[in-house]
Nanobody
Framework: QVQLVESGGGLVQAGGSLRLSCVAS????????IGWYRQAPGKQREWVAV??????TYAGFVKGRFTISVDNAKNTLYLQMNSLKPEDTAVYYC???????????WGQGTQVTVSS
């Protein structure tokens, strides 16, 4: 059973930075795409950033502030978040889709809270 475990969330002031990590229990080469989503209280889960076939794509609301990357040697996906805003407050989830079979996997989420 594939597991994704996020970490790195926390409380930060507006303008601050956090780096989220998502460790996969198997090789990250197994997945395409792999990315981050978030869900704010009372809102639907939304896509944040993704790596697909080697290319990175960002939602408009984070472009220029967040950077997604993957270290395949460590089976770890990252999300570097800079210039954080209170509206970035949400639970952030790692998502990975298996290349074979297209199984969709989610982590348990990590809370990010940005104070004004």
């Amino acid at each position: 059973q594939v597991q994704l475990v996020e970490s790195g969330g926390g409380l930060v002031q507006a303008g601050g930075s956090l780096r989220l990590s998502c460790v996969a229990s198997t090789s990250t080469f197994m997945f395409n795409p792999i990315g981050w989503y978030r869900q704010a209280p009372g809102k639907q889960r939304e896509w944040v950033a993704v790596i697909s076939s080697g290319s990175t794509t960002y939602a408009g609301f984070v472009k220029g502030r967040f950077t997604i990357s993957v270290d395949n040697a460590k089976n770890t996906l990252y999300l570097q978040m800079n210039s954080l805003k209170p509206e970035d407050t949400a639970v952030y989830y790692c998502n990975a889709v298996a290349r074979l079979g297209k199984m969709n996997y989610w982590g348990q989420g990590t809370q990010v809270t940005v104070s004004s």
